[in-house]
């Protein structure tokens, strides 16, 4: 028997009708009001490490369930794995690398992007409901990996929440379009609440085999009410339209063929950073990433974990959340992508950790010192080695 879940929202009533399912809901989601005239609510996620601070040892988790659904269902001969932008983008690499760990071969994973990189090709796609609604799609440089990409028999679409399937059906319908040999999508996701209608209508259309695979399904309603103190806010989410390559080190938006792995030394060149070995502190450590790059975050996080400490993870946004319901804090900062974008971290108290790390791919710039210095945090700068392609290595300074 389905079951109803009401929340009440300063920007309206969100209802849930949620099938039965092996993991509590409440395990896996809170709410929140959005600020944003198109959705008004958010499902806050307390597994994916964005917008609510995780154990690496739970992401982990999450990771190998749905990598396993995928690889149990078939994934054909050859695959490419896609991450969201900019929510979802720590999700699928971690559900990729799982999948790889589970003896994938031939398989790519990429992830969409806000970021222009100039002179390289791109498809192009639009999330409706978002706060900031282009997405581009970039094709690998690498000849083997372009080659991948243009051939994959199998798509797999990775998103933390579906509401509708809108955007993945422009996505799919945008890369059918240079890849006649897609046999079957993939629509992964740690809850699904598209209506029956929704998936029906996307299936027909993608005229390949779709299949739904989650944690939790059912429906929502969200009924809308005027909130004239949170309608009236107005947020800059729009890049400045110029080249971002020198900024970007994560390779995840022009392809990862194996998991990327950091240096053996990672933990002995933190320790030279700045973080004390030893220490009476009982608090968590907390390992931040940033926007569209917070899988080194969770490998980092992993590392630490695997080596004796206590560790929560989360990740700067773009998204602009109300404070309420399962957002208790707010703190917001100039994003250190030169676009002069507001980002934000929620739900964090530095005073609940022994330390924080902050792991970012842009240089040092103005804005992540500042950070820095608000939060007493410990920099650790994302450098792809130059002679190995999965192979990375973590810049440590204490401002």
Avoid at 148 to 168: P, R, Y
Avoid at 269 to 280: A, F, T, V
Avoid at 348 to 371: F, G, K, Q, S, V
Wanted: with cysteine.
């Amino acid at each position: 028997m389905n079951k109803t879940v009401t929340i009440e929202l300063d920007t309206g009533t969100l209802r849930l009708e949620v099938q039965p399912g092996r993991i509590p809901l409440k395990r896996l989601l809170g709410f929140a009001a959005r600020v944003s005239s198109k959705r008004k609510f958010l499902l806050v996620s307390k597994v994916l490490g964005k917008h609510y601070p995780v154990s690496p040892k739970l992401m982990s988790w999450s990771y190998r369930a749905l990598a396993r659904e995928v690889l149990k269902a078939g994934i054909g001969k050859s695959s490419l794995w896609i991450g969201m932008a900019e929510t979802a983008t720590g999700l699928g690499y971690g559900v990729f690398e799982a999948a790889y760990q589970e003896n994938m071969t031939k398989a790519l994973f990429l992830q969409t992007t806000r970021y222009h990189l100039d002179g390289i090709e791109r498809l192009e796609f639009e999330e409706a409901h978002s706060h900031a609604t282009d997405f581009f799609l970039y094709y690998p440089v690498q000849p083997d990996y372009r080659k991948q990409f243009l051939n994959a028999e199998t798509l797999v679409l990775i998103d933390d929440e579906i509401s509708t399937g809108k955007t993945f059906l422009r996505l799919i319908k945008a890369y059918q379009a240079v890849n006649t040999q897609l046999k079957k999508v993939f629509i992964v996701s740690l809850v699904n609440f598209a209506h029956p209608d929704d998936r029906s209508a996307l299936e027909a259309q993608a005229g390949v085999a779709v299949e739904w695979l989650c944690f939790r399904q059912g429906l929502l309603h969200f009924e809308d009410c005027a909130n004239t103190a949170i309608d009236n806010i107005t947020v800059n989410v729009s890049g400045n339209g110029e080249c971002k390559q020198h900024l970007l080190a994560w390779p995840g938006r022009l392809g990862i063929a194996s998991p990327i792995h950091l240096d053996v030394n990672v933990l002995g060149d933190l320790y030279q950073g700045g973080l004390s070995k030893e220490s009476n502190d009982p608090r968590p450590l907390l390992v931040l990433g940033t926007g569209e790059c917070n899988a080194p975050a969770y490998l980092l996080g992993r590392s630490l974990e695997n080596a004796g400490f206590k560790v929560k993870v989360q990740s700067t946004t773009r998204s602009p959340i109300h404070v309420g319901n399962d957002i208790a804090i707010a703190c917001q900062f100039e994003d250190n992508y030169q676009d002069n974008i507001t980002n934000f971290i929620y739900n964090l108290n530095p005073e609940h950790y022994r330390d924080i790390i902050l792991c970012h791919e842009t240089p040092l710039l103005p804005a992540l010192i500042e950070r820095l210095h608000d939060w007493h945090a410990i920099s650790a700068r994302f450098e792809l080695q130059p002679q190995d392609d999965n192979h990375a290595k973590l810049h440590f300074f204490r401002p």
